[in-house]
């Protein structure tokens, strides 16, 4: 679940960028990514990057630094100082509106921006850096042909990654300031280092450098095979998944599974928590809520979809033992379950919303070599199940309260 967000910088000047939401959960934790030099929020790794950590609990902001995608700003007025600037601001905008981050993640030269950054912010408990340069100044590289340009006229136009951009001699001064005060020894942060042995942009020994001026939490993991871009989506998406595992050993994540109980069923339901209700069926955890037209975050399945379910669940299940005791050749069974609350078929007083019943309405799919008489047979044991034996059954619910 992704959403449009903007924050001011440091400069006054709105920076435009994206939330990413799990879909199935209220965040445990946010993550800041920062994209690569001159690259944007919206590249295709930045995106498989953040979805991976997404679908492991993680908020992710990615944001465009400032002159770069939709975010204001002159890219030839900017420096890697400022990039440090706006990750300390979209930190202050998550703080403020979400929950302060406590992973920041950087990829290139947003690697080394997130590892500057993260000595102003004390709530930052881990970094991940991918293809990272050891210092800032390694850049520079890109557009060496026209230094000398740089040098003497104030800035050039250079081509990168097939598109124009000013480079001005501010700009390659400011890399070159930060380029002494490389990775300390005093950075009480868990950090992960991410590299492509095969990186041609930013080599492997960068990452050996980072590695070793780094104090211990400390990790290193081979995107063999990758390029500098993580252009192939396996591969951003191999590295989100390990981040988000990585991280989850240094950052504190809350304990939502620890309801206990004899029964068969708990469920848990704070006040704000709305409608999103955890459960502990049997020696499973699951989430139940109401869809969001019901004023519910939708992170689950409604309580008569679950009821819905069980029945789909119990017909599957009974039919697959029947045709297995019989021998036919049933290779799939496919059950559809729809709930409504409809009118009695001789409903004497249709006016009236009492005389309105539960109605599940379940539909079979059977795939296999079957004849007609075997489907039939099929059709009539699908009533048999012990859920729908149990709904047309009279039952009762037996209330006590728990001191």
Aim: charged residues 20%; proline residues 3%; negative net charge.
């Amino acid at each position: 679940m992704t959403q449009k967000i903007n924050f001011v910088n440091k400069e006054g000047l709105t920076l435009a960028g994206r939330i990413e939401l799990p879909v199935d959960q209220h965040p445990h934790n946010f993550a800041i990514f920062a994209h690569c030099f001159t690259c944007t929020k919206n590249l295709s790794a930045v995106r498989s990057i953040s979805r991976a950590l997404t679908n492991s609990g993680f908020g992710v902001l990615r944001f465009d630094f400032t002159g770069l995608g939709e975010s204001e700003g002159d890219f030839s007025e900017s420096n890697f100082s400022m990039n440090i600037d706006d990750l300390i601001s979209a930190s202050e905008y998550l703080k403020e509106f979400y929950k302060e981050p406590a992973l920041l993640i950087g990829h290139s030269l947003g690697g080394a921006a997130v590892i500057y950054a993260s000595k102003k912010l004390p709530n930052i408990q881990a970094i991940a850096t991918i293809g990272a340069p050891s210092t800032p100044d390694h850049v520079q590289h890109i557009f060496k042909s026209s230094l000398d340009e740089i040098e003497t006229t104030g800035n050039a136009r250079v081509n990168i990654g097939g598109r124009d951009f000013v480079i001005t001699k501010q700009f390659i001064n400011d890399l070159q300031g930060q380029a002494e005060s490389q990775i300390s020894s005093d950075l009480e942060k868990a950090l992960l280092v991410l590299h492509s042995p095969q990186d041609r942009i930013v080599g492997i020994k960068n990452a050996e450098a980072i590695y070793k001026s780094a104090r211990h939490p400390k990790s290193f993991i081979s995107l063999d095979g990758a390029d500098h871009l993580l252009s192939n989506k396996k591969d951003a998406i191999y590295a989100g998944h390990v981040i988000a595992e990585w991280a989850m050993r240094y950052i504190e994540i809350p304990n939502t599974d620890d309801l206990k109980s004899n029964d068969q069923v708990v469920a848990s339901l704070e006040t704000v928590d709305g409608f999103t209700t955890q459960m502990k069926v049997g020696n499973h955890s699951m989430t139940a809520d109401e869809p969001t037209s019901y004023g519910g975050n939708d992170f689950g399945p409604s309580p008569y979809e679950l009821v819905s379910a069980g029945l789909a669940a119990c017909t599957a299940m009974t039919i697959r033992m029947y045709v297995k005791h019989k021998g036919w050749d049933l290779q799939n069974v496919e059950v559809h379950i729809s709930h409504s609350k409809t009118h009695m078929e001789d409903c004497v007083d249709c006016d009236n919303k009492n005389a309105r019943i539960d109605t599940f309405e379940r539909s079979i799919k059977l795939t296999g070599q079957l004849n007609d008489d075997q489907k039939k047979r099929i059709l009539k044991i699908a009533n048999k199940c012990p859920v729908h034996k149990t709904l047309h059954s009279e039952v009762q619910v037996i209330t006590n309260l728990l001191v």
